[in-house]
């Protein structure tokens, strides 16, 4: 149980142009699903918390108006990349907390999304 | 001083030595711990939370000094597949109405060798 997928798993785009990362909580229900990015030989770094049917907490640095995050449903979180550049470049995981988490909260991680922006 | 610490290695070690990571954390309101291991390339995994008491899993031991801000994994008996990055990582507890957040260390990578 407690399965994370993200779709697209890899992405190449041209410099200007979106892209949208969904990510789902298969087999539970999510109150809270979390952004992520990687960049190479790095740590996580928390970019955003997504909270269904509220706005998104941005971590200090990071736009809200680049990194756009829909929480529409309790199964589905998306990224969008707007505009995005070559620094953008970068592994972009999410992770899911279980509705019934207890005092410690398990957070499941997705198998990330690879962008290449050219 | 970065939130959570770690020595980044590598740790170069023989199949079945023992090896041991440490981690130190700047918040001392810190509520809860982890050990995750990450592979080349894909999402971190859970590996075992960290008490206060001391947890054993299999061939991993993880100990948690809240006085010193320090956490450690121990690995006995090293095998080939242990090899990857750990990552020690802290979760803070969020206030009222707030989610509690990972706060992640760099990772310490481990190789095991035959």
């Known amino acids: 149980g407690a399965v994370v997928s993200q779709h697209p798993s890899r992405v190449i785009c041209k410099s200007g142009t979106s892209v949208k990362i969904e990510c789902r909580s298969l087999?539970?229900?999510?109150?809270?699903m979390f952004w992520y990015r990687q960049f190479p030989k790095k740590s996580l770094m928390l970019m955003a918390t997504?909270?269904?049917?509220?706005?998104?907490?941005?971590e200090q640095g990071v736009e809200k108006d680049k990194f756009l995050i829909n929480h529409a449903s309790l199964t589905l979180s998306t990224l969008t990349v707007t505009s995005a550049h070559p620094e953008d470049s970068s592994f972009y995981i999410c992770?899911?907390?279980?509705?019934?988490?207890?005092?410690?909260?398990?957070?499941?991680f997705g198998p990330g999304t690879r962008l290449l922006v050219l | 001083r970065k939130e959570v610490e770690q020595d980044p290695g590598p740790f170069n070690v023989p199949e079945g030595a023992t090896v041991a990571f440490n981690c130190t954390y700047s918040?001392?309101?810190?509520?809860?711990f982890f050990w995750y291991r990450q592979d080349c390339r894909k999402e971190p995994k859970l590996l075992m939370s960290?008490?206060?008491s001391g947890n054993e899993d299999g061939r991993f031991t993880a100990q948690l000094n809240r006085a010193s801000q320090y956490i450690s994994l121990l690995i006995r008996d090293s095998k080939l597949s242990d090899s990857a990055t750990y990552l020690c990582?802290?979760?803070?507890?969020?206030?009222?109405?707030?989610?509690?957040?990972?706060?992640f260390g760099t990772g310490t990578r481990l190789q095991v060798t035959l």
């Open positions: 990582v802290v979760n803070q507890e969020g206030g009222t109405g707030t989610a509690s957040k990972l706060t």
């Open positions: 918040n001392s309101a810190s509520q809860s």
């Open positions: 997504s909270n269904e049917g509220s706005k998104a907490t941005y």
């Open positions: 960290v008490y206060s």
């Open positions: 087999d539970f229900q999510a109150t809270t």
């Open positions: 992770s899911a907390t279980p509705l019934t988490s207890g005092y410690q909260e398990t957070q499941y």
